[in-house]
């Protein structure tokens, strides 16, 4: 569990430090395979815990519901930062794809 955690702040500092330096970001969608941290309290587990609890819903708050919510929109907008790197046109339909996955996360 919280080595998704930690995988979440290091895709956020890839993709910041990559815009910040204006070069494509090193760490892109399909090379890697860690799910999500679960929307669950850090009280719900321990080290001693075999089976995670179940995830609550995004709408119950908790300490890791702010990171769970950036890292949904930050994965939005890497893959418009990929498009708009990317040195191939960009059908319409993706660019209005893309607009309704920020807008449903509203």
Not at 57 to 82: A, L
Request: aromatic share 8%; glycine share 4%; proline share 7%.
């Amino acid at each position: 569990m919280m080595q998704r955690r930690i995988w979440v702040s290091i895709l956020h500092m890839d993709l910041i430090s990559s815009l910040q330096v204006g070069l494509p970001r090193m760490i892109r969608e399909g090379s890697y395979d860690t799910r999500s941290p679960k929307n669950i309290l850090d009280t719900d587990f321990d080290e001693n815990t075999k089976v995670l609890p179940p995830e609550r819903p995004y709408s119950e708050s908790t300490t890791i519901g702010y990171s769970n919510s950036k890292h949904r929109i930050t994965t939005v907008f890497g893959q418009i930062v990929d498009q708009t790197n990317s040195t191939f046109p960009i059908p319409y339909s993706e660019v209005i794809t893309k607009e309704m996955l920020l807008l449903q996360m509203c």
